[in-house]
């Protein structure tokens, strides 16, 4: 079955640096990656998606890129604000929505 | 357009007992999925229902059963509780390979 791997864990930056989650997916039929962002003692919340046939989508400071040769896809958040910290889980999902998620990344921005 | 909504949001049970969780999903998605939440485990995949149908499985124990009704709503039901199944359960609704939209969860704790 599906295995994504997420890096890091924790990802500690300051305010206005950049934060970049990376995460790897094993099945090459996944063709659609979600991002959540999960704010502490609320629910998942999808903040970008990119499907197989794009390379690259952004969305002000959020941006996702894939790479279907390597089977991995990235976010990277710019200008990091402290209302950015939360944890973001990264997610596939293959055939008959089949959805495997990330372990998850806890990102701090200190003020 | 109302959300998706779990009910009950806290729950305690006891070592033995078994459980009933709901999960109502957005009017017209008729793929549910539920998710085990644990402090450092991520978001943990049980199973997923379309149609009334199971059409993906996690590795979990037969212990966690669901059904679907044709209504698209879900119950989800462990059974023999274990002080390792306290967790947040959280169901998700989709359409076809898109969004997951996710509940507030339920709460519950094994004692």
Redesign the interface.
């Given at each position: 079955g599906e295995n994504v791997e997420q890096h890091p864990s924790t990802l500690s930056v300051q305010e206005g640096d950049s934060a970049v989650i990376k995460c790897t997916y094993s099945d090459s039929a996944s063709n659609y990656f979600p991002w959540y962002k999960q704010e502490l003692g609320k629910r998942p919340q999808l903040i970008i998606d990119i499907r197989s046939n794009v390379g690259e989508k952004k969305d002000q400071r959020i941006a996702v890129t894939l790479n279907k040769t390597a089977k991995h896809f990235s976010l990277h958040i710019t200008e990091t604000q402290p209302e950015d910290s939360a944890v973001y889980f990264c997610a596939a999902i293959g055939g008959y929505q089949k959805v495997t998620f990330g372990i998850g990344t806890k990102l701090q921005v200190i003020p | 357009k109302a959300g998706v909504t779990q009910t009950p949001r806290y729950l305690i049970k006891t070592r033995g007992q078994q459980v009933t969780l709901s999960c109502s999903p957005i009017s017209g998605h008729r793929?549910v999925?539920w998710?085990q939440q644990t402090p450092g485990?991520?978001?943990q995949?049980l199973f997923?229902y379309?149609s009334e149908t199971q059409?993906?499985k996690g590795n979990f124990p037969g212990r966690f059963s669901g059904r679907q009704f044709s209504n698209s709503r879900s119950e989800m039901n462990v059974s023999t509780l274990e002080l390792g199944d306290s967790a947040l359960y959280?169901c998700a609704s989709?359409l076809?390979?898109?969004?997951?939209?996710?509940?507030?969860?339920t709460r519950l704790t094994v004692v």
């Open positions: - | 793929s999925s998710y485990q991520g978001l995949f997923e379309f059409r993906n959280l989709s076809e390979r898109t969004e997951a939209f996710f509940g507030q969860g």
